[in-house]
């Protein structure tokens, strides 16, 4: 069910090298006049869709949204490309919708809607509703750059306030900011060809669950062409390092709360964090979607940049 939106109007601005237009209940970015992502509203929480590198094709999978995409696979239909949602909040998911409780991410406006030079951004009010009473109002941003000929960030940033009382961030890994990658960057699937390295050394599965500033998947786009997707959590960020949701059929999470799940202890409250009503936290995350080889210095460098 497509969300409703309080811009009616259409806005569009164009700068050098990326463009923006904002109509209702989406925001579309262009490079050259290509599009190169989009927030949509189409799904019970928001998400942009597709993903690409300077360049190159979509680096997200593309099911649910596409669903005639070759060797696709259909399991997750929750994982919506470039995403942010929990499995607990208050008692309710808003990561998988499970449970006989409705919950979802409503868009309500967008705003600063702007592009100039090689950057393009805006930000969103939503309101994260648990059968149609507001438990979070958040205020969401969004900042694509071109890093360069080869290398494009896309940065997120959360403000998440407490609207009608306390909120409790349950501890679970069905979290918190998550990409799904396409088909050739998994590390299993018929045509997977990927790795995940973070920035201690470790690689594919002993990613998972661990630490870390950053994590990166790298392997072939559907062309063969070789990318590098890394995704960082901010220093100022709520228990960084944070713990890393990163899955060998494709899933890259960041996710500072699910403590019990990823250090798999007994006690299922160690990652609850509790937001006392109408106070504030945020969030910070980036995206870097890269076309060419893994260069684990390179991603320091950008890792550095962000950091500052």
Known sequence: MRTLTLLFSIVSVASAQLSIKSE???????SKGEMITQYRTDSKVPYLYPMSAPGGTNLSRHWPMKTDVAGEDTDHPHH????LSHGAVNGFDFWAWTGKKDARIIHKSSSDVKAEGNTASFTVKL??????????????SYQIEEIDADTRAVDISSTLKAANGDVIFGDTKEGFCAFRVDRSLRLKGPTAKGGI????GRKNNDCWGKKSAYVTFH???????P???TMMDHPQNLRHETWWHARD?????????GIHDFEAKKDKTLGNYTLKDQETVTFRY??????????EKKIESWWKAFAQ
């Open 286 to 295: 980036r995206l870097v979607l890269h076309r060419g080889e893994l260069d």
């Open 227 to 229: 990318t590098v997707i």
């Open 24 to 30: 209702e209940g989406t925001v579309t970015i262009f």
């Open 219 to 225: 392997g072939p786009d559907d062309q063969g062409k």
């Open 127 to 140: 309101a994260w509703q648990g059968d149609q009473k507001t438990i979070l109002e958040e205020t969401r």
């Open 197 to 200: 390295v973070d920035n201690k």
């Open 80 to 83: 919506r490309s470039f995403w």
């Open 249 to 257: 059929y494709g899933l890259l999470a960041a996710n500072p709360f």
